[in-house]
């Protein structure tokens, strides 16, 4: 009897297990999940806490983790600093431009005034767990799950259930890795780390406990030697080149150690082990654990960067007191403290915004997406906009750097475009949401970024124009290089960077009201930056003031010179997007000053030139001209520039009817469906255009042609967060907007989205708003005043205004009823 009754009691706990395993194995809509573990990196699913990044391969055999940690980056402080001056021969090229000679002043600009490539952001290495041979593994299961920041993989061996659960906690600074059987005795593994840095190093500091310490390379070289030499820049390079221009000996892309004078940053990887049951060895190569009943891993990474004006070799902070410390912080907390720590800290960004745009299929993630182009699934856009979502978070907290091109995740030693910041659309679109999605901790980073650049840039703007203020152009780094990079001046000559990004500490000012932030942090930055600006600008012949020396960002143009032969050129003056970006900042700061009571003399001078910056011109098609004079087109490398005034500018509206329609027809010209960040782009315009298919179309090109099986933005073997975020803010965009003063609900509502609901979108002026439609109507909308204040609204054409206390919440309907509640 006893023994049926235990049969019969083991019997029902199989099958309770097998039935909770069943039942986790149906994925919420907010789940990326896989049937077979990553193969390459770009199936790999990404953890960041801001500052810690990890890629999980889920292999069953072998468990690849790629580590990133934010300030890994080759080279250290001044590497870029070259004897750049452009003063002795501004007029010259000035004149150039003005006597149409543009492709020689592009040459000029290209030889004398550009300067050399910029740091490449590192990968750490691989974090590898080696299990005992697996063959037959059933059941498989991988998954990131974005409501809790969780990624977990399942699988069946021999009867018995596996599972690892992975997070990177921002609260407690750290990976944590939990593996667990349903059977005893059953975890066994060997740890390592590998890297593609060859300085790296284990030692075990205790029984449970292995550190790995490498360096990263002093220089690392994102161009060829034959580029370096087709532009005769060799002298740029004295790592690699001796003075007559001929290779040293020793010469390579990437240089280590002695061979580049002890130069690169640091890194420390501290390992701990923690079993119930079981054994923990060290070895050579790291950590064995064997027999087992689970095992939890936490990982402390950490690197000599002490910021970014001090060498990380020289002057570099210690990493291993920053890991022992991290580590002696958690050691002792039980897993489920560690767990809900971290889901409660990222679900307080999270939770804030909820889209549904429908029932997701029970399908994987990647076979979704292969049938996107032909099948609708309306509830990955809906995952793709909250992806984006969980990007930002998981790499932009506050105390960490910004996101660069590829956020906190690479693989590459030399990443394409080095993957640091590439300034001239691309960082700046990473923050599009950020504010919208309510978001705007996750902001802070960049605002960090541009106080350090004020450093760096008002040094280049003193040093290579003798003007005050700052100055960016079209890259920096963690070394907050602020030069000009080398290759032609199509791509490299643009100092209107720090203009731009200008543009959001303002944004963050409309969204928060936070007078404070405005005063401290926000005003001086973008004052110093109109100051360089104010002195940059210069007399275009007639009256006006303009940019002198300009170029509408990797695009260029076909002329007749005075031959009368057909040339390309990229280099003019008062290009569209420089005369958007100058008049934005222009008056913003003049608001600012005038909010704070500050700098009246200043304001007045910025407003006398604002009075003269040339108007938009429009060309012979009706199409917003991007240059300051129509030319021949050359096929755009990128398609967006002068886009700008109408998004994410706020230049161009309704109210502007004739240059609301020139942008129409320019992005109606211009209009690709080929993915990425331009799509991101082109769709955001779309929506402020108020063309909701377009804007659709264009959304949708980025899942349909740039969207990895990971759901990371891309191309081949490319990885952009552009056109992750990018996508994101357009989502936004179709469902509302705020930037004219009054808060459009619905703008521009796809057919695609028939019904749906979203909660907790923001709109200027502190305005958290939710909205259920269905019918491709408004049913509802549900409208909270974080900071009170008049609150215009406008739903097709119906308008209302809100005179709203901080607190107030309001529902309205579809003809803009209101009742409070």
Not at 131 to 147: C, I
Not at 208 to 215: D, I, K, L, P, S
Not at 352 to 378: F, H, I, K, S, Y
Not at 513 to 526: E, G, S, T, V
Request: glycine residues 8%.
């Amino acid at each position: 009897m006893l023994r049926r009754t235990f049969f019969a009691l083991a019997s029902s706990l199989t099958a309770l297990r097998r039935t909770a395993f069943a039942q986790v194995q149906r994925p919420g809509p907010l789940t990326l999940w896989y049937r077979q573990p990553a193969l390459r990196w770009l199936e790999a699913v990404p953890l960041g806490n801001g500052r810690l990044g990890a890629m999980v391969f889920g292999g069953p055999a072998e468990e690849r983790i790629v580590l990133n940690e934010d300030t890994l980056y080759s080279d250290e402080p001044g590497y870029r600093d070259l004897p750049l001056d452009v003063s002795p021969d501004l007029d010259r090229v000035s004149a150039m431009i003005r006597n149409g000679q543009y492709k020689e002043a592009g040459e000029f600009i290209t030889k004398h005034w550009m300067g050399r490539a910029q740091a490449c952001y590192q990968p750490l290495g691989d974090l590898c767990l080696r299990f005992s041979p697996t063959h037959d593994v059933a059941n498989y299961h991988r998954e990131l799950d974005l409501t809790t920041a969780l990624a977990r993989v399942r699988y069946v061996y021999s009867g018995v259930r596996f599972e690892r659960e992975f997070f990177t906690s921002y609260p407690d600074n750290l990976l944590a890795i939990r593996l667990t059987a349903d059977a005893p005795g059953r975890i066994g593994f060997q740890l390592s780390l590998s890297s593609p840095h060859p300085t790296l190093q284990a030692a075990a500091t205790s029984a449970n406990e292995v550190t790995f310490n490498g360096q990263l390379p002093g220089f690392a070289l994102r161009r060829e030697f034959d580029f370096i030499e087709s532009f005769g820049d060799q002298r740029k390079y004295p790592e690699i080149y001796n003075s007559d221009g001929t290779r040293k000996p020793n010469a390579q892309r990437v240089l280590y150690g002695d061979a580049i004078g002890g130069r690169g940053m640091k890194f420390e990887v501290r390992v701990q082990a923690q079993t119930e049951g079981g054994t923990v060895t060290t070895s050579p190569a790291g950590l064995i654990v064997q027999g087992a009943n689970s095992a939890l891993l936490l990982v402390a990474v950490a690197s000599s960067y002490n910021g970014f004006d001090r060498s990380p070799s020289r002057d570099g902070a210690d990493p291993a007191p920053k890991n022992r410390a991290t580590l002696a912080a958690a050691t002792g907390k039980p897993y489920a403290t560690l767990r809900n720590a971290h889901v409660q800290d990222y679900q307080s960004l999270f939770q804030r915004v909820e889209l549904d745009l429908g029932a997701a299929p029970n399908t994987p993630t990647d076979l979704r997406l292969r049938a996107a182009a032909t099948q609708p699934d309306t509830a990955l856009d809906a995952l793709h906009f909250q992806f984006g979502r969980y990007l930002m978070i998981a790499g932009s907290r506050p105390g960490s750097q910004p996101l660069n091109l590829q956020g906190i995740w690479n693989v590459d030693v030399i990443p394409p475009w080095a993957g640091a910041y590439t300034t001239n659309i691309n960082i700046q679109m990473n923050y599009w949401p950020a504010e919208t999605t309510n978001l705007s901790e996750c902001h802070e980073p960049l605002f960090r970024m541009l106080g350090e650049l004020t450093a760096t840039g008002g040094k280049v703007a003193r040093d290579m124009y003798h003007l005050p203020g700052w100055v960016l152009h079209h890259n920096t780094t963690i070394w907050r290089d602020a030069q000009p990079v080398d290759n032609l001046a199509l791509y490299s000559f643009w100092p209107l960077a720090g203009g731009w990004f200008c543009q959001h500490l303002w944004e963050h000012y409309r969204f928060t009201h936070d007078r404070d932030f405005l005063r401290a942090r926000a005003y001086p930055i973008m004052k110093a930056a109109a100051e360089f600006y104010s002195g940059w600008l210069k007399d275009d012949g007639s009256g006006r003031l303009t940019t002198p020396v300009s170029t509408s960002p990797e695009n260029a143009f076909y002329y007749t010179d005075a031959a009368g032969a057909r040339q390309q050129g990229s280099v003019a003056q008062g290009c569209t997007l420089d005369l958007a970006i100058i008049r934005e900042l222009f008056r913003n700061v003049i608001e600012s000053a005038r909010l704070l009571g500050l700098d009246a003399p200043f304001r007045e001078k910025l407003a006398s030139q604002l009075a003269k910056l040339p108007d938009y011109q429009v060309g012979q098609r009706g199409q917003l001209l991007e240059y300051y004079k129509e030319f021949e087109e050359y096929p755009p490398r990128h398609d967006t520039s002068a886009f700008y005034p109408l998004y994410p500018g706020t230049e161009i509206t309704p109210a502007t009817p004739r240059l609301y329609e020139a942008e129409r027809v320019l992005v109606t010209r211009r209009n690709k469906s080929n993915g990425g960040w331009p799509g991101a782009w082109v769709s955001n315009c779309w929506s402020r255009l108020g063309d909701a298919e377009r804007a659709y179309a264009a959304f949708r090109s980025i899942l349909n042609r740039s969207t990895h099986p990971n759901f990371f933005n891309g191309t081949g073997a490319i990885y952009q967060i552009d056109g992750n975020l990018g996508g994101t803010a357009a989502v936004v965009e179709m469902l509302l907007q705020s930037h004219t003063g009054e808060i459009h609900l619905l703008p521009a509502l796809p057919k695609a989205w028939p019904q749906g609901r979203v909660k907790g979108l923001v709109a200027r002026g502190g305005f958290e708003v939710s909205m259920e439609w269905s019918g491709s109507r408004l049913k509802e909308a549900l409208i909270t005043a974080r900071l009170g204040g008049a609150c215009r609204l406008r739903y097709g054409a119906k308008t209302a205004q809100l005179d709203t206390q901080p607190g107030q919440r309001f529902r309205l309907t579809a003809d803009l009823a209101s009742e409070r509640l």
